[in-house]
């Protein structure tokens, strides 16, 4: 495996296996990774010749009272499980390497606009609710990494994880609109034994606070039965599981249910649905979503 901190290195390696006709697959992550990110690497492995996994913690996609700083960060942890699954990059640029032209005082200064070319772009509305309603600024910091980093790997498949659905949403209406050279292949969420969606973040967790967060999926996944059977209004069965949430984990930020590719609120069923929550546990933020479909 080879460990590249040169955006500029990087892109030349890439570009010269692309000539001998190398399919590269890219797997961007913040590190501290778990077997959701693996199952990201298996993937590209299993579809490409070369895979690039990206190990950056991106400081635009943080808001000023977000963990930015404390985020975890265990670098040589990671670097031996990438290398067990003989991952190709390892790409671990520095702020400045993405960011040359430095961060602002907000940390927020690179906000892409939008190219007359695409006035109709959709993902600035795909951003708008749900985490980005709770989190502004932060798909704006995602997008702007996404962007540069796809500048960086060139023609790819990109390999996201359905865990950040709303993110993949985002990403995948940008790479349409702004037609970059990605394909986006979204992938199923790993669990823990208990339901429990794998994040970086699930460290942070006090034992207690581990026994409340596995309630999350439980609801999520009881709310998927119960809109299965159709016995009760979708909008009493999202009060009911907001209950459930407030009683059993703590803080609820948003329980939503959407359509599952424009993201917009339902008030009906309809065949594919995405029930979409994030609760605080503690001062852990933890968000978990399930897909619905009727046969
Ligand atoms: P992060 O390091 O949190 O930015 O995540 C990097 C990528 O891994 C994103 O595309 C996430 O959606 C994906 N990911 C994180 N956790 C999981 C999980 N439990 N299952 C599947 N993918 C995940």
């Known amino acids: 495996m080879k460990i590249i901190k040169s955006p500029k290195i990087l892109h030349q390696e890439l570009v010269k296996l692309r000539l001998r006709d190398s399919k590269v697959g890219f797997v961007p992550t913040m590190g501290a990774l778990h077997d959701g990110h693996l199952s990201l690497v298996r993937a590209s492995n299993r579809e490409n010749d070369v895979t690039v996994v990206s190990i950056f913690v991106n400081p635009t996609q943080f808001g000023p009272r977000e963990d930015f700083s404390k985020y975890p960060r265990v670098f040589g942890k990671d670097k031996k499980l990438l290398q067990r699954l003989k991952v190709d990059f390892l790409f671990c640029p520095s702020v400045r390497g993405i960011y ?8 927020q200064t690179i906000t892409p606009c939008l190219p007359p070319f695409v006035s109709n772009a959709k993902w600035p509305r795909l951003a708008k609710g749900l985490c980005g309603k709770f989190r502004p600024g932060h798909f704006q910091g995602v997008v702007t990494v996404v962007s540069k980093l796809l500048n960086i790997v060139g023609s790819c498949r990109l390999y996201l994880g359905a865990k950040d659905y709303q993110q993949a949403v985002v990403i995948r209406q940008m790479v349409k609109d702004y037609g970059l050279n990605a394909r986006v292949r979204i992938q199923p969420i790993v669990r ?3 339901g429990l969606a794998m994040s970086s973040r ?63 609120r339902l008030k009906k069923f309809q065949r594919g649905m995405a029930a979409l929550t994030a609760c605080f546990v503690g001062k852990t933020r933890l968000i978990d979503n399930v897909i619905i479909r009727f046969p």
């Open 202 to 264: 699930n460290r942070y967790l006090s034992q207690e606070e581990r026994l409340r967060a596995r309630k999350i999926s439980q609801v999520l996944f009881a709310l998927k039965r119960d809109v299965l059977k159709r016995e009760k209004t979708l909008n009493v069965l999202k009060n009911q599981t907001l209950t459930e949430l407030k009683k059993h984990v703590g803080q609820v930020q948003y329980l939503e249910i959407v359509d599952p590719v424009t993201l917009i």
């Open 192 to 194: 823990e034994k208990d």
């Open 100 to 107: 040359p032209e430095g961060l602002g005082k907000r940390g």
